[in-house]
Structures are given as C-alpha cells and as structure tokens.
C-alpha cells in the first residue's frame, strides 16, 4: 500500500520484490530470518500491545504474481481484528504487533511464517515466500475489555470500578472508531454496551463524579449517533439523560435542539438551542441552527397558512 491505503500493483512489483528479498538491510523481526521488515512510512506513539484490536489495511503477494493474491483495500472500512485469534498468519501477527499508528511497512515471510510446506492450494503454491504490504490505521488496548465481558455478572459486579471506567473508555473508543467511519450501527452497539456497564452503586460522591463523567460522554455520542441513524426520538431521550448529569451542558442542549428541529417540534427546539446559544453565543453550529429552525418554521406556518386557504375555498364552493 501506498501511504493512502491503496494496494500497490503492475510491473514494478515483481522487481521491487525480488530486490527486498536479496536486501540485507531489512529489519529481522522473529529472529532467525522468517520475518523480515521495512519500514515505508513511520507511524507515531507505542507500538501495538499485545492483546489490541487492531485496524489494518493489508496486501499479499506472491513471488511469481504482480497482483495480491489477498487484499482488504477495497473495503471503507477494515475489519477490526484481534490478535491471537482474528490473524492467522503467524508473520503477519509478528509484523503487526512491531507496527506503530499510521505505519506503512513491508514484510517478507518465510514459509515456515506464511502458509507451510503445503502451501493454500489452488491460490498458494507449496513452500511459498510472500510479502505482504501493511498500513496500520489504528488499535486500541481491549485486552482488559475482553476480560471484562468474558466474565459472569456476578464477576463483573466485582471488578475494580479503575478498571470498569477504562472499559468503557475503550467500548466508546471502538464506537468513534466506527462512528468516524460512517458506520453508524456498530457505533450505536458499542456506545450503548459502554453504558451498559456504567451503572453500578458508587461507594463515595468521588466515584460518582468519575462515573458521571464517564456516562456523560457516552450519552452524548449515543445521542449525535442516533441522530445520524435518523431515530431524532431516541437522540432526544439519550440527550436528556445527558442534561440529568449536566443540565448546562452545550452539547446535550444542542443535540435536543437537532432532535426535535428533526421531529417539527419546533417550541421545544427553540428553547434547547437558546439555552445553548445564551451560554456559547458565537458558537456558528448552534446559530445555523437557529437559522435553519427560522427557515423551517416559516415554511411550516406557510404551509398551514395555504391549507387553511384551501379549506376556506372549498368551504365557500360548497354552500
């Protein structure tokens, strides 16, 4: 892949191919030479932890072959993967978990690290060498997140409050990922099993407070998601508990405003989106709004102005 995620293909391949194989300055990763790595584009912060969850874009190819024999390019939106049970190619679990966000990097594997002795037939020929090109988009640390639900309800009702927060933060973290992705649906499941975790009994005001924050920040995405799904009834409700935990909170009033502009209740729009325009007055977003509620609101007055003309016209043909 290039660095904008597209599948590098054509008669250049093969060549650039062959040379990597004889390159001794590539990087051996596994330690005896079965895994080797070349960086393309350098990626920023840690590197993959163990147990993540990753996103990646990746292409195969064969010795022998110009086009990839394998490739998720094509796809909006990469699969999110878990290592140790989604890769099942032992080089390319290796490789991944080198990798940094927004890395691109090639990597050449031995057979013994790609797919054996007996190769994948009819695709893969026996005893195979093959490079495969890979961006990682983006991971997130699931490990304690797959603890968590892997346990009974009981168990779950035990484990450190620390640890329940951080599970939710890693839920709505899955939820952006998908979110940003316009994949409005697997968001919505994430955010509202995040929530679903953040109800248990505080022991102090502190833990509230933590609690509150955490649930606050979930309602608002659940509220902007259901919006985009097109469900202004639901935004609406998940906006509102938001505004029980934080009554002057702009986003939550904005997000009511949005729901009921969308469902032509037009007072109650009005009065959410003033009470957010008193306390952020230049905020463009929510003074559009307003605009666009001055503008649908004239038109519904227009309209009803029309249908009782008609009315009254029909009424007077008729005596």
């Known amino acids: 892949m290039e660095a904008g995620g597209e599948a590098r293909a054509g008669p250049g391949l093969f060549s ?16 005896d030479g079965g895994v080797r ?13 163990p147990d993540a969850t ?49 890395e691109v990097a090639r990597f050449i594997f031995a057979p013994s690290y790609a797919y054996g002795q007996q190769g994948c037939l009819p695709l893969i020929p026996p005893d195979a ?14 490990a304690d997140s797959d603890t968590f ?37 697997g968001a919505k499941d994430r955010y509202k099993r995040a ?17 509150d924050a955490s649930k606050l920040l979930v309602l608002l995405n659940l509220s902007i998601t259901y919006l985009k799904l097109e469900c202004p009834s639901r935004a609406l409700k ?28 037009y007072d109650k729009a009005r009065d959410f989106l003033v009470r957010a325009q008193h306390m952020e007055p230049f905020n463009h977003d929510i003074n559009n709004e307003l605009k666009r509620l001055a503008s649908c609101y004239k038109d519904y007055l227009d309209k009803e102005k029309d249908t009782c003309c008609r009315m009254l016209a029909a009424l007077n043909n008729s005596s």
């Not at 790595?37 to 932890?49: A, C």
């Not at 090109?133 to 640390?141: K, Q, T």
């Not at 906006?239 to 469902?263: S, Y």
């Open 16 to 31: 650039r191919f062959r040379s990597a194989l004889g390159d001794r300055g590539l990087q051996d990763i596994s330690g």
């Open 37 to 49: 790595k070349e960086v393309l584009r350098p990626g920023t912060g840690l590197p993959v932890p």
């Open 54 to 102: 990753v996103a990646v874009k990746y292409s195969g190819y064969l010795e022998d072959v110009e086009k990839p024999f394998c490739t998720n390019c094509t796809k909006k939106l990469p699969r999110l993967m878990k290592l140790g049970k989604d890769i099942t190619l032992g080089g390319l679990e290796i490789g991944v978990r080198t990798m940094k966000k927004g």
């Open 129 to 142: 060498t093959v490079l495969f090109e890979v961006e990682l988009i983006d991971f997130l640390d699931s």
């Open 149 to 185: 639900f892997a346990l009974t309800a009981e168990q779950q009702d035990t484990f450190p409050l620390q640890k329940v927060l951080k599970v939710a933060d890693v839920e709505r973290e899955f939820g952006n990922y998908l979110f940003h992705k316009q994949y409005f649906e």
């Open 195 to 211: 929530y679903s975790i953040l109800g248990r009994n505080p022991s102090s005001e502190a833990e509230q407070c933590q609690i």
């Open 238 to 265: 998940y906006g509102k508990k938001a505004l029980e935990i934080d009554k002057r909170n702009v986003k939550a009033l904005f997000r009511c405003g949005q729901a009921c502009l969308c469902m032509a209740e």
